[in-house]
């Protein structure tokens, strides 16, 4: 089946530095990629859907320059949240849609603690 | 329009009960609906997904029931296990855009 992996699986960060979170599909081509933010507790909240080659479109209240998305190539997109503060600290999870199977495949998530 | 709203937040089964998530949208233009199961610290994983022309689908233990008319649609897993012990999320798309959560069901298997 379709696989999406996403790393790295947590990561501590000093506030003020950047962190680079990288999402590959393993075994198929992901023209789109979703990047959600979850708090505990509670849903997904999309931040922004990638299509590789183009620019990440982002949600409503999503900060662009804060969380850069990349999607250079069909099967790797990154997210990079720029100056990491505190509030930054998240579960980040990215989602791949496969055009030919029609679905979505989500990664693993990424657990960032910003100190 | 494009909320999602799903009920209960949480629920306690008993192992080998059967467990009902419901799920209620708006937006008549969805036109997938999958279930995700989240286990702590772990991204989503599909569990199972139907389409608008199809009332039921079942996979094992689980099924889908969708009701087009009333813009429903609920998670039954049968024999509950304490391995379901998890947060089940519906979801709904249209034309595979982005996908739309539902707020996410806690579910607790007790033994």
């Known amino acids: 089946g379709a696989v999406v992996s996403q790393h790295p699986s947590w990561v501590i960060c000093k506030s003020g530095t950047s962190v680079k979170i990288e999402c590959r599909s393993l075994d198929f081509q992901a023209t789109t990629m979703f990047w959600y933010r979850q708090f505990p507790k509670q849903s997904l909240m999309l931040m922004a859907t990638s299509n590789e080659g183009s620019k990440a479109t982002y949600e409503q209240g999503v900060e662009k320059d804060k969380f850069l998305i990349n999607h250079a190539s069909l099967t790797l997109s990154t997210l990079t949240v720029t100056s990491a503060h505190p509030e930054d600290s998240s579960f980040y999870i990215c989602s791949a849609r496969d055009a030919h199977k029609l679905g979505y495949t989500f990664g693993s998530g990424t657990r960032l603690t910003v100190v | 329009q494009q909320q999602v709203k799903q009920s209960p937040q949480s629920l306690i089964v008993q192992k080998g009960g059967i467990s009902i998530i419901n799920c209620a949208y708006e937006?008549?233009?969805?036109?997938?609906f999958p279930w995700y199961q989240q286990f702590p610290g772990k991204g989503p994983a599909l569990l199972i997904a139907i389409r608008p022309d199809v009332s039921e689908k079942k996979e094992g233990r689980f099924t889908i029931s969708f009701n087009k008319s009333a813009k429903q649609f609920s998670l039954h897993i049968m024999d509950s296990q304490p391995g379901d012990s998890a947060t089940y999320f519906c979801a709904a798309s249209m034309g595979f855009q982005k996908l739309v959560f539902g707020t996410g069901t806690r579910l607790l298997v007790s033994p």
């Open positions: 937006n008549t233009a969805f036109d997938y």
